[in-house]
């Protein structure tokens, strides 16, 4: 199984953007897929998750209330729609997905399965 994530992009501050992450291969198996950044300079951190079978979200302080995470089982596919970018949600995206459900959810050791990233870029 391979993750492919897209939707990248330049966009104003205030804008808007939405990322598909795409499971190749054969059915999306993970039980809990998630959307890390990495900005220039810092260490990737945890953007948000979802628990594929039950559909419940979690979300850092940082995005909570302006990013939302979703999937379409039908299309093996977890969405991460941002809106009211600010510049600092300029990152390297990247989806993951872990086989687990666990409370350790932002942590990305729990994560076995990367894509290889999508540029955001928010000007101001």
């Known amino acids: 199984v391979q993750l492919q994530a897209s939707g990248g992009g330049l966009v104003q501050a205030g804008g808007s953007l939405r990322l598909s992450c795409v499971a190749s291969g054969r059915t999306f198996s993970s039980r809990t897929v998630g959307w890390f950044r990495q900005a220039p300079g810092k260490e990737r951190e945890f953007v948000a998750t979802?628990?594929?079978?039950?559909?419940?979200?979690y979300y850092a302080d940082s995005v909570k209330g302006r990013f939302t995470i979703s999937r379409d089982n039908a299309k093996n596919t977890v969405f991460l729609q941002m809106t009211s970018l600010k510049p600092e949600d300029t990152a390297v995206y990247y989806c993951a997905g872990a086989e687990y459900v666990s409370p350790t959810y932002a942590n990305e050791r729990l994560y076995d399965l990367w894509g290889q990233g999508t540029q955001v870029t928010v000007s101001s």
């Open positions: 979802i628990r594929w079978n039950s559909g419940s979200t």
